[in-house]
């Protein structure tokens, strides 16, 4: 079988050398990932593992979060793995949550949502809300963590069927 650019010599020669620059720029776009942008990456506070850093800055607060009408469950050991501790934290399922850094990193509750996988883009932004010390954040989820505040997170699917949660039938006298 014949493949396109091997027949003439000179194509051949051509499409080796294509092939072959192909190649050469693939493997330095990847060796320049593994060692310039994952070690950057892996430096910022929402990635970094706290193990062998000494924090000076910690905060605790509390976050609840309903998701379709429903009390979702905070897990507990969000960010807790044998390997590595991240700079936000769960110890137990009480809602307890915990931020440690060297100094303020500015975190934001989607830096937890992030650390805990939840998975923010199959909720409906337009119907969720967060609620910090029980008033409506403008920031939704890019406010900025205080020590000792309660978060609420209100999610709404994009598969949330509201029509389940309305009586059609009329009123009883």
Known sequence: MK?????????????????????????????????IVNPMIGKQPHNA????????????????MIVDGQKAEIQPNIGVTEECQRAIYTLSNDGTVYAEWTEDPNFEIGHFLYISKFPIRDMEQSK????????????????????????????TTKAY???????????EN
């Open 49 to 64: 593992c706290i193990d062998d850093i000494n924090t000076n800055w910690k905060i605790s607060f509390t976050f609840e």
């Open 161 to 171: 069927d509201e029509a389940k949660d309305k009586d059609y039938l009329p009123p």
């Open 3 to 35: 493949y396109p650019g091997m027949g003439d010599p000179y194509k051949r020669k051509k499409t080796i050398r294509f092939l072959v620059i192909s190649a050469a720029i693939g493997a330095i776009a990847v060796l320049l990932t593994t060692t």
């Open 128 to 155: 969720s809300a967060i609620y910090v010390n029980d008033r409506l954040s403008e920031n939704f989820i890019n406010t900025p963590l205080q020590d000792g505040y309660h978060y609420k997170a209100v999610f």
